[in-house]
């Protein structure tokens, strides 16, 4: 079985061969690469993923193996792995299980002995691929599989309380967090600040999160296209009005179409943790994680109402959103990291401070 041919067929016309990392040998989906030098648990297990495969640019995966601590959700939800050199003998205090083995329990398909360099090249030469990671190098992947509703299959059914160990505020403050395809890490920087996190179905209503009685409400990040939930953005657009709102990834996508702005896709995505990203009112650049393929379009923003918060360096797409006059906040990239660096974790302190100074309820 190891000896059976491995190969990453792409609708470019390009055929890659590798080597199996994973007993289960056939997948296909959108390739994305991600440039983060650590962190592939959690790149592997960010729901954002999901139906996609990940190609780590980083030559070297799976060194410091697998543990219990960096699950970003119950299991990885990406289609497929893809690495240059895979690591089979991990060195670290915590690790639990190498690469290959996590893989093989989730049954995710992967690769090795991929030139990743030369994927990527292909990947930001042609913007939008698909590829099928297959035995057989004349299969062809089938662009007609993309799931437009694959936020139904990450987001939890039902509600799920998480009560804070850390009696930082009093009265205790309650976030709602509306799940696209949460990573744990959001919810873990909440309840770390002291608030208590409800989490709930991204159809929740309006009316269904007034009875939770938030004092504000987080829409998370999550995986696809963001104009393929249209048909929330009229709940969106109602609850982000009436409480303090935090939007995150695929959450600030959300408000901004629900408040009438436009999304368009990147050429070939925003995937990794450094990427520089400029607060336009303080003057200060922040390097952040980020995995997104779509982004708000800087033009179509209604500037009577918002302002730009936050653009990137490299490119000058928009990076965040702020409301004129209501609480009411949203950032393309991931102040939770995990993977990168925490410089805009005070996003979480912020978004907090707006209902806890006053130790009562702020909305109506
Ligand atoms: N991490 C995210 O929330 C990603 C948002 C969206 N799926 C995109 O690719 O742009």
Redesign the pocket.
């Known amino acids: 079985m190891q000896d059976e041919m491995a190969y990453l067929v792409l609708n470019t016309g390009d055929v890659l061969e590798g080597k199996w990392l994973s007993s289960v040998r056939s997948t296909e989906g959108e390739l994305v690469f991600n440039t983060a030098m650590t962190g592939y648990q959690e790149v592997m297990t960010d729901p ?1 993923y999901a139906d996609q495969i990940v190609t780590m640019t980083y030559p070297l995966i799976g060194n410091y193996g697998c543990n219990d601590i960096d699950y970003e959700s119950l299991k990885p939800y990406l289609a497929g792995f893809i690495v240059s050199t895979a690591s089979h003998n991990p060195e670290h205090y915590e690790s639990k299980q190498t690469l290959q083995k996590l893989l093989d329990e989730h049954k995710i398909p992967a690769l090795s002995d991929i030139d990743t360099r030369a994927l990527t090249r292909i990947i930001r030469e042609h913007g939008e691929v698909y590829g099928k990671i297959t035995a057989d190098p004349y299969d062809q992947p089938d662009m007609s599989s993309v799931n437009p509703d694959i936020v139904s299959t990450v987001s939890v059914t039902q509600k799920q309380v998480f009560k804070t160990d850390q009696p930082a505020n009093d009265p205790t403050p309650h976030v709602v967090l509306m799940d696209f395809g949460y990573k744990h890490s959001i919810a873990q920087s909440l309840l770390a600040l002291g608030c208590d996190v409800t989490v709930v179905p991204y159809h929740t209503s309006y009316i269904e999160i007034q009875s939770l009685d938030p004092d504000g409400v987080l829409l998370s ?4 296209d ?1 104009k393929a939930l249209s048909d929330l953005l009229p709940n969106i657009k109602h609850i982000s009005e009436e409480y303090p709102t935090l939007g995150i ?2 959450g600030h ?1 959300l408000v901004a179409l629900a408040h009438g702005a436009t999304t368009k896709r990147l050429p070939y ?1 925003h995937r990794g943790s450094n990427h520089p990203v400029k607060d336009l009112q303080s003057g200060k650049v922040m390097i952040t994680s980020q ?4 982004v708000v379009d800087y033009d179509s923003v209604n500037m009577k109402d918002w302002y730009v918060s936050h653009v990137n360096v490299n490119d000058q797409s928009v990076e965040g959103l702020k409301h004129q006059s209501k609480p009411l906040m949203t950032v393309q990239f991931h102040p939770e990291a995990h993977p990168g660096p925490i410089d805009t974790h005070h996003l979480f302190v912020d978004f907090i401070q707006q209902f806890i100074t006053k130790g009562e309820k702020q909305h109506a």
């Open positions: 954002s990040n999550g995986p696809g963001p990834c695929l996508q995505g995995n997104h393929g779509y």
